[in-house]
């Protein structure tokens, strides 16, 4: 399995921009699906962005498209996370998976991602 380590949470404001990074060791993650997800207490874990191993195809939660960008850079082994106009709604902890094999309709799965990351803690308050 890939190592992987989120970086870039904080507390921020109403309306400004994060960028989240997901770090991988052990292993290169150009093969891999990568996603991220975000778990707020008392609530689930639920998708927020994934990106495919194959032809980069993206998903994004309705709740933070057109907000949100995801993307690879491969000379750091990295996939970020580009949040704007973040909204108190979007506190909690948010995770990076990662996987292999994962069909497009399955990426907002959390099951189908084998490894995971410990998390970053995002605060959107003013």
């Known amino acids: 399995q890939v190592q992987l380590v989120e970086s870039g949470g904080g507390l921020v404001q109403p309306g400004d921009s994060l960028r989240l990074s997901c770090a991988a060791s052990?292993?290169?993650?150009?093969?891999?699906?990568v996603g991220w997800f975000r778990q707020a207490p008392g609530r689930e874990r639920e998708f927020v962005a994934a990106i495919r191993s194959t032809g980069g195809t993206t998903s994004y939660a309705d709740s933070v498209k057109g907000r949100c960008t995801i993307s690879r850079d491969s000379a750091k082994n990295t996939v970020n996370l580009q949040m704007n106009s973040l909204k108190p709604e979007d506190t909690a902890v948010y995770y990076c998976?990662?996987?292999?094999?994962?069909?497009?309709?399955?990426?907002?799965?959390?099951?189908?991602?084998?490894?995971w990351g410990q998390g970053t803690q995002v605060t959107v308050s003013s």
């Open positions: 998976a990662a996987g292999r094999g994962i069909i497009l309709s399955e990426l907002a799965r959390p099951e189908a991602f084998g490894s």
């Open positions: 052990g292993r290169s993650l150009t093969g891999y699906s």
